[in-house]
């Protein structure tokens, strides 16, 4: 087995173009998007796919700092930007 | 029972499903035209209702409700989703059974929000829907073993089948209106709280129950996969998007402009028959002046509308708005604008009108206010023969460079209207929404070809919301104006133009005190009046008040030497300045208020691009006073 598999979890904003990794968690701390529906970023992101085990793929990405990204997950493709993203750990299958 | 003598109630049915799941298709496809296109009460979001019947002649309420990813909302349309669902809208009848409509090839989005909707224990049913596309992809769905582990009916759909939806209506047909609720196991939760570790108990169950009925992942094909390398690319992307939007742009700019001169030269030809066999008197006026003038103000839009709305529903439907969007993420964003705000604000430099009914394709209803607020501040086609007028009677055809001046002014002019909108969109972002994150999330779904039966009924949809709601308002002030600027008729021996008597005349006069601070003469102040009608119809109204009846052709030339003798340089640039706010469209206020369903939009849209032409009109007169003393 490689390191990379015992490495510990990444952002997602580490990937490059075309890097398939594995969920690890999404960050509890993420932005509140609003206030009054007590929604945050994270619980979205779960409810997108993004949950311990499952395989992502950074399909696009935008210059000049990967900024939106578009990511497959469970054969849905979304476009997150790198605050997004950055809440989604991974490593590295 | 004799059911034949049993009286079934009409049942309420609601349709519930992520984005992208076919929902609408499969609202169409129950309904055909019988739709009804509303907002709910007090906010941007769309409410759409039909009905049908079946074979045994019971009625059915269709509600589609906005597409949500979850009930734990995110925006204020999936928060409608959760409230008509949870029965919380006032108004609005609690649904007797929630269609959950779920998209057979991208199963795993779908089932987490039917497992989480039948934790509400509420009637259900799910519409297994594009299962024809599963079966083309090698795979079916169990259909049998999906409705036992789910405990409600599980019904296969084809949207786009002339029939795909009749056994989603022979399976609604036992529901009760109103009837006993059957339990669902586990159901009956009314807490709908974020909760991340439910959330996640329930993802790490769909993959299980998706293997069981035989579900296959969709793999990326090799097409759909170079298709993104070149749409998606930073570059190329970037390329074609410049090539689709000048496409759009030229459809709604030059396309639309000959069906535009048909119904104008159409309508002024029908109104001059009436005008020749009814005598003249304030009958004839009000036919010509007020309603079929005011008509031909309404239908006039429609080619741009139709030839706009064309355009969206293709690049929607296939799947490259949302790619679209992607690219311009960062631009946008910036500035607290959604990426799909750019569509809405490019055709709105033909018109505000369509551009602000394009904005109801935005998905989110914070996104579609800002997008509208900044909408008027394109510079519009009505500007145009205002500026063509001003720019040759003011600046001089000089060449500056390889420039001429008259173009440098023309392109400064549209330049500061997207320096403003800029300005305004950063500082509705920064203090009306500071407290909270605006996240992209944003799906970008298999590339397909445009259903042709949902493009055409999305077009007439948007012609009768435009036709029936938007136009009565529109014709309602055109008449108002044609009075204003008709009576009282002038004394017996009045020298002076008719309108200079009418109420208009005394209005813009009155006015005149507002606007002589920024150099405006009476003249300009009068013409403003029945130039709320339109922008542009400020210049014909100047023809009037200067007692010119020239033809619209002659109209420019003939007004021209004499703005240019006797209007300061001044009053010139001063009144160039104000119409790149221009705040005096009353149709673009009209469709404003409808769009939002309340006056405070359109209020504070008057308010502040009255207070920004003002402001620019302002300092535009006292600089140029201070220069040229």
């Known amino acids: ?93 | 029972m004799d059911t034949a003598n049993r009286q079934l109630a009409d049942l309420h049915i609601a349709l519930v499903g992520v984005p992208n799941c076919g929902k609408t298709a499969l609202f169409n496809r129950l309904t055909g035209s019988r739709q009804k296109v509303a907002n709910y009460p007090g906010v941007t979001v769309e409410r759409k209702e039909g009905g049908f019947r079946d074979r045994n002649g019971r009625h059915y309420r269709v509600l589609d409700l906005p597409g949500a990813y979850s009930l734990s909302p995110t925006t204020l349309d999936e928060a409608i989703t959760r409230d008509v669902v949870l029965g919380r809208v006032a108004g609005e009848r609690q649904p007797d059974v929630l269609v959950c409509v779920a998209d057979a090839t991208h199963m795993p989005l779908s089932l987490r929000l039917i497992l989480e909707v039948r934790r509400l224990g509420h009637p259900m049913v799910v519409a297994l829907n594009r299962s024809d596309l599963a079966r083309k992809r090698g795979f079916r769905l169990d259909v049998a073993k999906l409705a036992t582990a789910l405990g409600v009916p599980v019904i296969e759909t084809v949207a786009i089948a002339p029939a795909g939806a009749e056994a989603l209506i022979q399976g609604l047909a036992s529901f009760e209106a109103r009837g006993p609720v059957p339990a669902v196991e586990g159901g009956a939760v009314c807490d709908l709280a974020p909760d991340r570790a439910q959330t996640e108990r329930t993802q790490q169950l769909v993959p299980q129950m998706l293997a069981e009925v035989g579900y296959r992942e969709p793999l990326r094909t090799r097409a759909a996969a170079r298709a993104d390398a070149i749409l998606m690319h930073p570059a190329a992307g970037m390329l074609v998007l410049g090539a689709v939007l000048f496409l759009v742009f030229q459809a709604v700019f030059s396309w639309a402009e000959w069906p535009m001169d048909l119904i104008e030269s159409g309508v002024g030809a029908f109104g001059a028959w009436v005008g020749g066999i009814l005598p003249a008197g304030a009958l004839q006026s009000l036919l010509v002046n007020g309603i079929i003038a005011g008509v031909g103000s309404v239908i006039v839009f429609l080619p741009q509308i139709l030839i706009l709305f064309f355009f969206i529903l293709v690049l929607e439907d296939s799947g490259y708005l949302p790619r679209a969007a992607y690219l311009l993420d960062r631009l946008m964003g910036g500035v607290g604008l959604s990426g799909r705000a750019f569509i809405p604000l490019l055709s709105s430099f033909a018109c505000a009108i369509p551009g602000i009914m394009a904005a109801r394709t935005i998905p989110s209803a914070r996104d579609r206010i800002a997008t509208i607020m900044i909408a008027p501040l394109m510079t519009c086609s009505a500007r145009l023969p205002v500026y063509a007028l001003l720019i040759a009677a003011f600046i001089p055809a000089r060449a500056i460079g390889p420039f001429n001046l008259q173009g440098l002014v023309l392109f400064t002019l549209y330049f500061a209207g997207v320096l403003a909108a800029l300005g305004v969109a950063w500082v509705m972002k920064r203090f009306l929404s500071k407290r909270s994150y605006h996240p992209l999330l944003l799906e970008l779904p298999d590339y397909q070809w445009p259903d042709l039966r949902s493009l055409a009924m999305g077009l007439w949809d948007r012609v009768r919301i435009f036709m029936r709601r938007v136009g009565g308002i529109i014709l309602s002030l055109m008449i108002v104006l044609w009075f204003l600027s008709s009576y009282p008729a002038p004394p017996p021996g009045a020298t002076g133009p008719a309108i200079e008597y009418s109420f208009a005349g005394m209005l813009g006069r009155a006015l005149h005190v507002v606007f002589a601070p920024i150099g405006f003469n009476w003249q300009i102040a009068v013409a403003l009046v029945p130039g709320l009608a339109a922008r542009e119809v400020a210049v014909s109204a100047l023809g009037t008040v200067y007692a010119m009846s020239a033809s619209d052709a002659a109209l420019e030339s003939a007004l021209l030497p004499v703005i240019s003798s006797t209007w300061s340089l001044g009053t010139g640039l001063s009144l160039l300045a104000w119409y790149i706010f221009a705040p005096q469209c009353l149709s673009t206020l009209a469709v404003v208020k409808r769009e939002t369903q309340s006056w405070r939009y359109p209020l504070i849209m008057a308010g502040y691009l009255f207070a920004l032409a003002y402001l620019a009109s302002f300092i535009t007169w006292r600089v140029t006073l201070a220069l040229s003393a």
């Open chain 1, 1 to 93: 087995m490689s390191v990379a598999a015992h490495a510990l979890p990444v952002p997602l904003t580490a990937l490059p173009r075309g890097a398939r990794a594995l969920v690890h968690c999404v960050l509890d701390e993420t932005p509140v998007i609003d206030d009054a529906l007590h929604s945050t970023v994270g619980q979205r992101l779960v409810e997108l796919g993004f949950v311990h085990g499952v395989e992502v793929e950074v399909v696009e990405t935008m210059w000049p700092v990967g900024d939106p990204l578009a990511v497959r997950v469970r054969g849905s493709t979304f476009a997150l930007r790198r605050r997004e993203a950055s809440a989604i750990l991974v490593t590295l299958a």
